[in-house]
């Protein structure tokens, strides 16, 4: 079907025809690849510049609009090879790269004056002990001041900044110590210097700014670099939506741009996407991303859908409109309203530490100050005794300590699958006691699969799969995951709502429903298996095959259940599904407190009640119905194959099929606290030591130092440990793939290898794929919901 | 010691320089794809025989 393809939501528009799309693409890994792209775009007429950012994987090209389009550009990157998917730039990355650009200005000015004013310093200090004379001193010491003043007034602005901002609202965090210590210092040596006297603290005020400069920039890296992939995430699984227009002619369109009163074209086996009501065509939908419930429910015109469902039988047409009064959505939403304002900010350690700290530290220096002017001394020597504390106390330390093993943790989460949405996700993740799971999606895979248990013929379920190739039904694609071969028979024809056929070995072969492949509607395996599942039926040669499908278990579900038991956390399941479905999965995972059919406000009511009991709940789940309760609870996690609203709502999203991720992110998380606190505890030794030492006038500039480099280093030193205990853990994972049931080595097929960066796994991922490119569309049109992700950017 | 008057600065304005010369660096976006770097010196189809 010849079909436009419009992506103008994607490109930037320049002046003269001159337009810019930037596209997240696949499979990039070498220098080949970067010249064969380059090159074969730079070939193509009206094609300006083609430039890939190997970093963050991405493409952007500047082109002429009257020669090229970006569809067209789209194809031509197909051509050489690849995959390349339009990316809407956000907001937050832009922020985001602007703001690590200053940190860098900051951190190089901050680098420089350090530098040079230590140069000067150490000559300070050896003169002092041997023979310099006061005029070269005091010149020392305003040329240190010369480079010192100004840098510090540039580099300090991060900390100035937050800390006004802070003071403000009246509140107390870490940067105003920062700033209070900085200023003073600054002040008092400026002051010294004017006096000729032996001490200044340039080198302290600055290297302080550098060190702490570091670890801002460092937490800021990690969270860019978070963003930048959940940015290539959303685009790889960005869904596309066939939009009928006004003359019945069919454009693709990304579903992001769809807008209300679009009316859109849904085929069997896509998934729906955007809110709206059916305008004809009647089908079957199966909505378990939106309510959890497994089995497909019945539509005809005029009933409201949801974005997330995949049509299952018939195409539909569907006008798009925004959540009316009473629908689901809109019930939604209200509760996530309500569990927003009713989350208590949780106070992250560092303020906390923070808020102790701070007026410890500036009621010591007064006490200090005022203690010298009691025991005699000049009201000079006290105040630059007591500012002396503070600069010793300035919590260098303090501040490194909680951002350097985020930092750590962060990354070992990344690769360990789970990309954290914000930092303080590791501190409320260490404190969980129960974890709360969805079923569908959630200890269950997204995508239904063949049921093991019915002996069938290999043989026969060889030849059924390959069939299923040729089916957009989502049965089908279940099916057709297990073919080994994967060539679709030539000559296959499916008839909507029935099944396909093909002519295999001279005989015709029959894949669908009973009564399309002549069987009687019930039989001895169906009844076998349960309610829970469909069944798909073969017919070919004489052999008739019953092949059930149905929600499968992720296969490390078992043991990542298991280990989180043995960690002492509870769990429960908590599921929109019928009691039926839910009880023998939560039997199978040993779980005895689980709840089916519960609604959105149920869910939200258990997590209250929980945590009313003081519990705090990891809430982990997928369904637009989990959203609230995602919103709700302590801490959240969600599969990346969520409905869109509900991963907006979760602290982290993890990758691939397994369950496993949930458990690494509490045990990191678990260790990180740890580090956490030992490093704070570090850093009040250090205070303990130095504060006397400080307080009773005999701190140099060189002791503050030596005092204030050396707890600083400790303290990154002991924050990296987080990153080699997970990789040794690593190695001797206690609940590792050497126990995982067979069944699942099976069914592994999809499953990413571990050890690879979340980029590889994510391109493996995504291979199996479609492209809103026409003929891609028609060939792996039924893969399409292997993949269960609705990204509504719009929304 | 007067010889400080004239090393002091030039060592100030050597440091600067190259202050500088990584803010311009910085500014025209060479670190913004140090792994695409890293691997674009290996082709070398920019040679001509």
């Known amino acids: ?795 | 010691m007067n010889v400080l008057l004239y090393l002091v600065p030039m060592a100030l304005l050597l440091g600067l320089t190259g202050l500088v010369a990584f803010l311009w660096s910085l500014k025209s976006g060479q670190y913004d794809d140090l792994d695409g770097a890293a691997v674009r010196i290996l082709p070398d189809d920019d040679i001509e025989n």
């Open chain 1, 1 to 795: 079907m010849a079909e436009t393809l419009d992506l103008s939501m994607f490109v930037e528009r320049g002046a003269a025809g001159a337009a810019r799309m930037t596209l997240a693409v696949e499979g990039v890994h070498c220098a080949g690849c970067i010249r064969k792209i380059e090159n074969g775009l730079a070939k193509l007429p009206g094609v300006i510049d083609a430039r890939i950012n190997f970093t963050q994987r991405r493409l952007a090209v500047d082109w002429r609009d009257n020669e090229i389009d970006a569809a067209g550009i789209i194809k031509a990157v197909e051509d050489i090879g690849y995959h390349a998917h339009p990316f809407a730039p956000e907001r937050l990355e832009a922020d985001d790269s602007a703001q690590a650009k200053w940190l860098m200005k900051c951190l190089a000015v901050a680098g420089f004056a350090a530098m040079n004013v230590m140069l000067l310093s150490i000559s300070v200090w050896a003169g002092n002990a041997s023979d310099m004379t006061q005029e070269t001193r005091d010149l020392f010491h305003w040329l240190s001041a010369l480079i010192a003043l100004p840098a510090a007034a540039y580099a300090g602005q991060p900390f100035f900044r937050s800390a006004l901002r802070a003071l403000r609202a009246r509140q107390l965090n870490m940067d105003v110590p920062i700033s209070l210590g900085v200023v003073l210092a600054l002040a008092l040596s400026v002051f010294e210097t004017a006096t000729h006297a032996a001490h200044a603290y340039f080198d302290s005020a600055i290297m302080l700014l550098f060190f702490l400069l570091c670890g801002r920039y460092l937490d800021l890296a990690m969270r860019r670099k978070t963003r930048l992939f959940a940015g290539n995430l959303a685009s790889l699984k960005a869904e596309f939506a066939h939009r009928l227009d006004a003359s019945g002619e069919l454009t693709q369109v990304p579903a992001a741009a769809l807008r209300p009163g679009d009316r859109v074209l849904v085929r069997p086996g896509e998934r729906i996407p955007a809110d709206g009501a059916v305008l004809g065509g009647s089908s079957e939908i199966d909505e378990s991303l939106v309510t959890g419930e497994t089995v497909p429910r019945a539509v005809a015109a005029g009933t409201t859908v949801y974005a997330g469902s995949i049509n299952v039988s018939a195409a539909l047409t569907m006008r798009v409109s925004a959540a009316g009064a009473g629908t689901l959505v809109e019930e939604v939403e209200r509760l996530l309203d309500k569990a927003i304002t009713a989350k208590s900010q949780t106070v992250r350690l560092a303020d906390r530490a923070a808020r102790f700290y701070a007026p410890v530290v500036h009621t010591t220096a007064a006490l200090t100050a005022v203690g010298w002017l009691l025991a005699g001394a000049s009201l000079h020597d006290a105040i630059v005794i007591a500012i002396a504390v503070l600069i010793i106390t300035c919590p260098c330390a303090l501040a490194l300590a909680i951002p350097a093993v985020q930092v750590v943790a962060a990354g070992s989460l990344f690769r360990a699958g789970v990309i954290l949405n914000g930092g303080n996700a590791i501190e409320r993740l260490a404190e969980v006691d129960t974890v709360v799971f969805d079923k569908t999606g959630t200890l269950t895979l997204p995508d239904p699969r063949v049921d093991e248990g019915l002996e069938i013929d290999p043989e026969v379920l060889e030849r059924a799969a390959r069939l299923a190739l040729s089916s957009r039904h989502p049965l089908a694609a279940a099916l057709a995951r297990r073919a080994r071969e994967r060539i679709a028979y030539p000559g296959a024809i499916e008839e909507p709502g029935q099944g396909v056929r093909a002519v295999i070995d001279g005989e015709e072969a029959r894949l669908g429903s009973a009564s399309f492949c002549g069987l009687a509607a019930a039989d001895e395996a169906a009844a076998a298996r349960g309610s829970d599942a469909s069944f798909i039926r073969f017919a070919h040669a004489g052999k008739t095959a019953t092949i059930a499908i149905r929600q499968a278990l992720r296969p490390d579900a078992g043991a990542v259940t298991e280990a989180l038991m043995v960690r002492g956390l509870r769990l429960i399941v908590l599921s929109g599904d019928r009691p039926t479905a839910v009880a023998p999965m939560a039997n199978q995972l040993g779980i005895d407190d689980w709840r089916a059919g519960l609604k959105p406000a149920e869910k939200i009511a258990v997590i209250e009640h929980l945590q009313s009991q003081g519990r705090r709940v990891l809430m982990v789940g997928d369904g637009l119905n989990d959203a609230p309760a995602l919103a709700a609870a302590h801490v959240s996690l969600s599969p990346v194959s969520a409905a869109h609203l509900t991963q907006a709502h979760a602290d982290a999203l993890f990758l691939g099929e397994l369950l496993k991720p949930v458990e690494r992110a509490v045990t990191v998380a678990r260790q990180a606290r740890a580090l956490m606190k030992q490093n704070l505890a570090l850093a009040v030794i250090y205070n303990a030591l130095a504060v006397p030492i400080a307080m009773a006038g005999l701190v140099t500039p060189l002791i503050a130092a030596v005092a204030m480099s050396g707890s600083s280093l400790i303290v990154t030193l002991n924050a990296l440990r987080a990153r080699l205990e997970v990789t040794a853990n690593h190695h001797l994972s206690p609940a590792g793939r050497g126990r995982l049931p067979s069944a699942a080595r099976k069914s592994s097929e999809g499953e990413p290898p571990s050890r690879k960066s979340p980029l590889t796994r994510l391109a493996a991922e995504a291979a199996r794929r479609p492209l809103p490119t026409g003929e891609r569309w028609e060939v792996t049109g039924q893969q399409n919901d292997q993949t269960r992700l609705v990204r509504d950017a719009s929304s």
